[in-house]
């Protein structure tokens, strides 16, 4: 995992004090695949090339305005700061990619600010994904609601399983692997989330990138390759606890450091 200054990149420091809160987040692959949150904002009349780490950003001040955008009319930056886990500079500094926002003194607009994030970040319309693997992991995905709530829409579900083939699940007829191509096409899927097998993973990549998917979030435990133009974002559980694991691990040292050494006899 990537360093970050003051620590560890995807932590953030936030009361109580001396407690690390890891944010579900990846860091950017070492291969040449554009971040996913990166690619969707080519869309948006944005010329230069944004951070994964300000795009990260981006999500958090959108989630804070989105809590208080009915209990106040304005935020000024030191209240959006507060609210992202992040300081004031920070947030001016990273607004300020994206053109003029609020007026000095007065703060920002809360419901504007969240329509114009929704549209940096390409939120203002529903995006169609296509799922592929309905297992353990695949299915607790498709049932997660939060998805829908912001616009994105599982309309295809592959699986090999010739058991679930063919089951429908909230509407989606789930198909074999064979289709996946020939469906994404017919449906215009742009987005496709990847929960099969490590050994198949790649396959599956590949096959959604030859039907047009732009942009993949991969929940196998390996590092998928995709063409420049798609964008590939990963998602490994077990990593995010073992940078954890070492967080605490390195604290714990570090402490120990701190600590005055053992006094030892000497012969006199």
């Excluded at 419901?111 to 939120?123: A, F, H, S």
């Excluded at 289709?179 to 599956?204: G, W």
């Amino acid at each position: 995992m990537s360093r970050a200054r003051g620590g560890i990149s995807g932590f953030r420091r936030n009361p109580p004090p001396g407690m690390l809160v890891k944010c579900f987040t990846s860091s950017p692959p070492p291969h040449p695949v554009e971040s996913l949150h990166s690619r969707l904002l080519v869309a948006s009349p944005v010329s230069r090339k944004i951070s994964e780490s300000t795009v990260r950003r981006l999500s958090h001040y959108l989630r804070a305005l989105e809590r208080r955008v009915d209990q106040a009319s304005t935020l000024s930056s030191e209240q959006l700061a507060r609210e992202a886990g992040t300081t004031a500079a920070q947030v001016r500094k990273d607004l300020s990619l994206f053109g003029s926002f609020g007026k000095r003194g007065l703060g920002y607009p809360t419901g504007d600010l969240v329509t114009r994030i929704r549209t940096i970040m390409g939120l203002t319309r529903r995006w169609r994904v296509a799922l592929l693997g309905a297992g353990r992991i695949g299915s607790a995905l498709h049932a997660y609601g939060a998805f829908r709530d912001r616009g994105f829409d599982i309309v295809a579900i592959f699986d090999s399983d010739p058991a679930k083939i063919g089951t429908v699940r909230e509407g989606v007829t789930i198909e074999p692997p064979s289709r996946v191509v020939e469906s994404i096409r017919e449906r215009a899927i742009e987005l496709a989330i990847v929960a099969v097998p490590v050994e198949v993973a790649q396959e599956m990549v590949d096959a959604v990138v030859t039907a047009g998917v732009r942009g993949v979030l991969n929940f196998a435990p390996r590092r998928l390759h995709a063409p420049t133009g798609v964008a590939v974002q990963d998602v490994n559980m077990v990593m995010e606890l073992e940078a954890l694991a070492f967080a605490l691990t390195v604290k714990g040292i570090e402490g120990d450091a701190d600590e005055d050494p053992p006094c030892t006899a000497t012969a006199s």
